[in-house]
């Protein structure tokens, strides 16, 4: 966060920059198929926000000594392009899109029925495209519609989102600038028919009813979010 | 990349295809896939383009950056072209560092663009000896069902034809302005399949073929860029006959690019 709480973000009629009102998500769209070459893919577009996931197998894992005897491994990768970014982002791997691929891995590894493919290997691939806040979510939403798009048995898509707390608002869904200049963040995986999580985040300054007031928010978002990825689902390949 | 096994079966059935002039998924020789251009597809690249050729898919991204002119050119600004093939365009490409494979697509498509003197490097220049734009170029594979070097090439230059110089962010005026791009190259690549050139082949003309030549061709019709990949042979005769091929074919796609810029 970046903590800079004089930056006004809210007007006087409760508005954010952007124009949603604290409770609202920002446009979401979502899409299969996108990868011709990949077993499964999903665009999703998420404000600005723009991500592809694109599955591979199951497949023979190798080197065979990260083969699971009981098990599929997952291997998770979260990356974002060089043209994602205002400033221009230098290829490869740095800490913090490592750290991301472990904890979405970490996510999707809680509901893929990984002991239906022993020995074998599930690639996942995220990329960003466009990023505007939140690509974590996005990318971990993408890759949920991926998977379920290329029939990998699972027990629920994961839904991620954040909410966050801005000018001493709670609100819903954060932006660019409300993630640039705001108080807290706070990204979820949600599992939308059980309500249980896989994922959790937070950084930032939130009392405990401001704290309730977020999760609350994912909650909801999730469930709307979740019925866009069934409608993508259900209507075939683009 | 790793290297996929070839299988024999699909290369002695290219070969059987290729004795009657035919390809596995039916398109004459000189044929290509349905080719797509978008442009300005990428919300924060100040320059983009999206390629579709049959399952084949890449963007290309423009972004700039202030440099210091090399010594020996201090009133010159550069253009930067990279290829990045990542894992998520197929089950053969791996993560890691750029692979020889990525490095060579970055590079022909690099000298396609530069030499054909597109972009005015002089232009780019700001302060002479102290500042100027570097010009990124910034190749994006998402699916790769082969033919990756046209898909770039067309991309590229697609992307660089749209691109704004961000004055405003950087402060120097008021408004953007365009990069200047005089030119529009264009490259067309041919595979060696069953014993024969073909344009534009795919995935499994690729896996299943032999040596790759690639031709870049500016407005008037001038060679800047020259490619052959993988092991191989060919004779000045069929040199000549894809070059033809390449001649009406670069134009083509150049006004394709014209037309997606209205």
């Known amino acids: 966060m970046g903590g800079y709480g004089d930056v006004q973000m809210i007007d006087e009629n409760g508005l954010r920059v952007d124009g949603r009102g604290p409770a609202d998500l920002r446009p979401v769209s979502i899409e299969t198929g996108v990868i011709p070459v990949a077993d499964g893919s999903a665009r999703v577009t998420w404000g600005s926000n723009h991500a592809v996931a694109a599955v591979y197998g199951p497949m023979e894992a190798h080197p065979r000594k990260i083969q699971r005897q009981d098990r599929a491994v997952l291997d998770v990768r979260y990356n974002m392009a060089p043209f994602s970014t205002t400033d221009r982002m230098r290829p490869g791997f740095n800490r913090r899109s490592r750290e991301i691929s472990k904890v979405t891995a970490d996510a999707l590894e809680s509901v893929v029925l990984l002991e239906m493919y022993p020995r074998s290997k599930i690639r996942i691939e995220i990329e960003i495209l466009t990023a505007e806040a939140g690509t974590r979510c996005v990318g971990l939403t993408a890759a949920s519609v991926a998977l379920a798009h290329a029939g990998i048995p699972m027990t629920d898509m994961v839904v991620s989102v954040a909410s966050g707390k801005i000018n001493d608002v709670v609100v819903c869904d954060l932006n660019k600038e409300e993630d640039n200049y705001g108080e807290a963040d706070l990204p979820m995986g949600i599992l939308p028919n059980t309500g249980e999580l896989v994922f959790l985040q937070m950084d930032g300054d939130l009392s405990p009813a401001e704290f309730q007031e977020a999760w609350d928010y994912n909650m909801e978002a999730a469930l709307v979010v979740h019925q866009i990825m069934v409608d993508a689902l259900k209507g075939g390949d683009a | 990349m790793a290297i996929p096994l070839v299988p024999q079966l699909l290369r002695a059935h290219l070969a059987e295809l290729a004795e009657n002039d035919q390809r596995h998924d039916g398109r004459a020789r000189w044929d290509s896939r349905e080719t797509e251009l978008e442009l300005g597809v990428l919300q ?83 302060i002479p000896g102290e500042k100027a734009w570097q010009v990124i170029l910034d190749l994006f594979a998402i699916s790769d069902d082969g033919n990756l070097f046209d898909a770039f090439a067309l991309a590229g230059i697609a992307a660089l034809k749209t691109a704004m110089l961000p004055e405003v962010k950087f402060e120097m005026s008021d408004a953007d302005r365009p990069l200047p791009v005089s030119k529009t190259p264009t490259m067309c690549s041919y595979h060696k399949v069953g014993g024969r050139f073909v344009y534009d082949a795919d995935g499994k003309e690729e896996l299943g073929g032999d040596e790759r030549i690639h031709i870049t061709l500016g407005d008037d019709g001038h060679v800047h860029s020259l490619q052959k990949g993988l092991k191989g042979i060919f004779t000045a005769d069929e040199f000549a006959e894809i070059m033809e091929h390449a001649q009406g074919r670069c134009e083509e796609l150049r006004q394709m690019i014209l037309r997606a810029e209205g």
């Open chain 2, 44 to 126: 924060n690249a100040e320059g983009s383009a999206k390629v579709r050729m049959g399952d084949t898919i890449v963007y290309a991204g423009v972004k700039f950056q202030i440099m210091t002119p090399y010594p020996d050119r201090p009133n010159q600004g550069g253009l930067m072209c990279s290829a990045e093939i990542r894992p998520v365009a197929g089950r053969n490409w791996e993560p890691g560092p750029p692979s020889p494979e990525s490095i060579e697509l970055g590079r022909v498509v690099d000298r396609g663009i530069r030499e054909s003197g597109c972009i005015d490097v002089d232009d780019l220049c700001i």
